[in-house]
């Protein structure tokens, strides 16, 4: 670079921090008299000179004037996040190029700011006025002469990215740089996704502001940005339609807890944070699952057969009920026998859900009584039936509230869960189901699979009627640390060993703990890694978004459920009937190269139609292979010495995170590394790196990760294309 270069560059920085300035004295002000600070959207009419404005953005124009007493707290958020509040600049022809007069600027931020006289000082990036900085290209530069990319630390502008949009820069403009993504897709990770606002691509664009109108699904391969663009599309939605969003809700729905932890910070980094984020154990209310359950047991839980024996428990007899009814009745002997029960259970669960049919059974119970006793006034014998304790005490045992997961848990007694699942599964299928229940109860705590079957059985049975609505116990409170502990570790390996000094009492309290709701309704749906939901799974979202516009993203060559017609069916049903939109993105951000090449050469003899991404930097080193000993080969180091030295030397070659990802048969071998190189590295398992990635990545033992995973094969891909710069592959020897 030259010195006159550099005095040029500096020059530019320091016309850009005036204009931060600007907006930074602008925002102290805020700070006093709020109502001058206007949300963008506020008058995107005025400052859109390239269309008409919908009359559902007018809408949420006149939301967003709501929203002016709570930007400056927004905008307070923001500049604790350090995310940089303006991150953009447009230079517009309006007329002849090289006439500056004949030029505009707009400042493109995270949210709008005007100044006393209501000129935009900074402009949404959500609103119209915004979207050429995304949409314009060399081809059809839309008016645009140059795009600046303004990278800050805090409130100071520390360097300027430009990309240049007409063949020659008029003579008094200067350029800078090389193009903003490629500096961000270098840059160091770190431990949580970033927004891409200042450097989203024309086709991410694209899909982020389709109309929020029925079914929109993103599909692509690793590192395409399907996380990311779907995030800004919440982002979008809120902004261009809040009336409906902001008060309706949006729920994001992700894998795992590790993988909401990950992206929990780039909504609010957008300006929103009234999403709702859940990751698929903790849908339902109260019940907050890390546990898997082993492949072959979320396959059988995850599937539509559970369906019936769903409806075969939730409406048979609850287990050690009486068998028939005996009392005296204003003086007169009553005797229902079990016949008559069933009959009258059958009758009372055709009419009513269960939960809500007590008082009905009652009467059904007077009724058959009266007709076997005929003596006397009736009138007179049905009001003693309606006092009589003996049948209260009746009523209450054959007929009790029965929550959900109570119900789940019968599955526990394997004659009741063969004959529940008599003809709809197999024997050792029912067994399975059997055990697994009984595991649960040992544990303490639910697996992921299970929030679907108690949301399935709470719709069945029909909202517990309980006196009041307990307080949080002492267990909910303990789990809920767990799953904080889990977060922090980014893993789900140790879930079990929560529970090792429970005793059944208390695993049973904490199982049960709190009143399962009734399901919430959300009036946008986003899921992330679609591929991986089970057809239960899809009909416990579908139950959230009846009336609901979704956003669905995923690959089909990462997905670790195999019976894809039946999720599709169930996926179909969720979304109703809806018009679609589809966006596919095609070029791999994360991955270096050299390590989607290594990746996609394992993919391709397995799934030979994945769908494959074109990666746009290279880094010029490949990923590396070190071979460790084993029981029979004790002459080389063993795993976990092995990989604590392939750990330092990452460690040397990247800055920021870094993933241990291991088969459950090395955890123990390696799991001393969480936390090393000044809490730097994470030691996770496989199936939880959905949706993560790392600034490298050591893949302990691949073969064990495809034999022990459910999706075999896809799921190695899924890990082998976590790291963003460097990944290292540890193999026993031969
Ligand atoms: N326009 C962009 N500018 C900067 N970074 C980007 C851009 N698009 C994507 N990225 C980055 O690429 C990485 C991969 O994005 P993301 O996780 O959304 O991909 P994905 O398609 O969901 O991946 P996977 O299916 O493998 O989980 C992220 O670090 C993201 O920030």
């Known amino acids: ?52 404005v919908r009359d559902e953005e007018m809408s949420g124009l006149f939301e967003r004037d709501a929203l002016v007493y709570t930007a400056a707290r927004r905008i307070s958020h923001l500049e604790n996040q350090h995310e940089g509040l303006v991150f953009g600049r ?8 090289d006439e500056s007069s004949d030029r505009e600027i707009r400042y493109i931020g995270r949210l709008g700011v005007r100044d006393d006289d209501y000129e935009p000082l900074v402009i949404d990036w959500r609103a119209p006025a915004a979207s050429p900085f995304y949409q314009a290209t060399p081809v059809d530069n839309r008016g645009v002469i140059r795009r600046r990319v303004l990278r800050c630390s805090g409130d100071e502008v520390i360097g300027v990215e430009d990309d240049l949009m007409v063949p020659e820069a008029p003579d008094d403009m200067v350029i800078v740089g090389d193009g903003a993504l490629l500096a961000a897709l270098t840059r160091t990770r770190g431990q949580q996704m970033r927004d891409i606002v200042a450097t989203i691509q024309t086709h991410q664009d694209e899909a982020i502001r389709a109309t929020d109108r029925g079914i929109t699904e993103i599909s692509g391969g690793p590192g395409t940005g399907k996380t990311v663009v779907a995030l800004h599309r919440a982002a979008y939605l809120l902004y261009a339609n809040r009336r409906r969003y902001e008060s309706g809700g949006i729920l994001v729905i992700g894998p795992s807890s590790a993988y ?12 929103e944070d009234s999403v709702v984020l859940r990751s698929l154990g ?11 359950d082993p492949p072959e047991v979320a396959a059988i839980k995850g599937s539509l057969q559970m369906r019936t024996v769903l409806r075969r428990l939730a409406s048979r007899a609850v287990p050690g009920a009486p068998t028939s009814l005996r009392a005296m009745v204003g003086g007169l002997p009553v005797r229902l026998e079990e016949r008559v029960l069933d009959d009258i259970r059958r009758r009372a669960l055709r009419d009513r859900s269960r939960n809500q049919a007590t008082g009905y059974v009652r009467e059904l119970l007077a009724q058959a009584a009266w007709r076997q006793v005929r003596e006397g006034d009736r009138d007179e ?15 209450a045992e054959w007929w009790p509230q029965v929550d959900p997961r109570e119900a789940l848990l019968w599955l526990a007694d394997t004659e009741l869960a063969y004959e529940v699942c008599r003809s709809v599964l197999s024997q ?23 929030a679907a079957l108690v949301d399935d059985l709470s719709v069945r049975l029909g909202q517990v009627e309980e006196p009041e609505r307990e307080e949080r116990s002492f267990y909910e409170i303990e789990e809920l640390d767990g799953v904080e502990e889990l977060r922090a570790m980014g893993s789900a390996i140790t879930a079990p060993e929560m529970s090792h000094s429970l005793t059944p009492t208390n695993a049973r309290e904490r199982l049960l703990h709190g009143t399962v709701g009734r399901p919430g309704e959300y009036a946008h749906i986003l899921v992330d890694e679609a591929q991986d939901l089970s057809p239960m799974q899809w009909r416990m979202i579908g139950r959230r978004g009846r009336r609901a516009s979704w956003t669905v993203v995923g690959d089909v060559a990462q997905a670790s459920w195999q019976d894809t017609a039946e999720a599709d069916q169930a996926r179909e049903e969720a979304y109703g009937n809806q018009p679609r939109q589809a966006f596919h993105m095609t070029t791999n951000y994360r991955n270096a190269q050299e390590i989607f090449d ?54 040397q070659e990247v800055d920021g995170s870094i993933a241990v990802i291991t088969p459950q048969r090395h955890v123990d071998a390696v799991l001393s590394l969480a936390g090393t190189h000044d809490g730097r590295v994470v030691v996770i398992d496989p199936l939880s790196t959905k949706g993560l990635e790392w600034d490298a990545t050591l893949v302990v033992d691949p073969d064990a990760i495809a034999s022990e995973s459910p999706g075999g094969a896809r799921v190695l891909y899924v890990v082998l294309t976590r790291a963003a710069h460097r990944m290292t592959v540890l193999r026993p020897t031969d």
Do not use: C, N
């Open 1 to 52: 670079m030259t010195d006159t270069h550099v005095d040029a560059v500096a020059a530019e920085v320091a016309t850009e921090q005036q204009h931060l300035d600007r907006v930074h004295a602008e925002l102290a002000k805020a700070g006093r008299r709020a109502d001058l600070v206007a949300v963008d959207g506020m008058s995107r009419g005025r400052t859109d000179r390239t269309g008409d």
């Open 90 to 97: 447009l230079d517009l022809e309006h007329g002849d190029p």
């Open 260 to 271: 909401t932890a990950y992206i929990e910070r780039v909504l609010p980094s957008l300006g």
């Open 282 to 292: 903790d849908v339902v209310d109260v019940i907050t699952a890390v546990r898997h």
């Open 381 to 395: 014998f049905m009001d003693s039936f309606d006092e009589s304790m003996a049948i209260d005490d009746f009523v």
């Open 428 to 450: 050792g299928d029912a067994a399975a189901l059997a055990h697994s229940a009984r595991e649960t109860l040992e544990a303490g705590t639910w697996s992921v699979s299970d």
């Open 598 to 651: 290594y990746a996609r050469d394992v993919i391709l003899p397995i799934v030979p139609d994945a769908d494959i991404p074109d990666a746009v930097r290279e880094t010029g080193v490949d990923p590396v292979e070190i071979s460790f000993g084993d029981a029979l080969d004790t002459s080389r180091p063993d795993v976990g010495a092995v990989a604590a030295q392939a750990l330092d030397a990452l460690a």
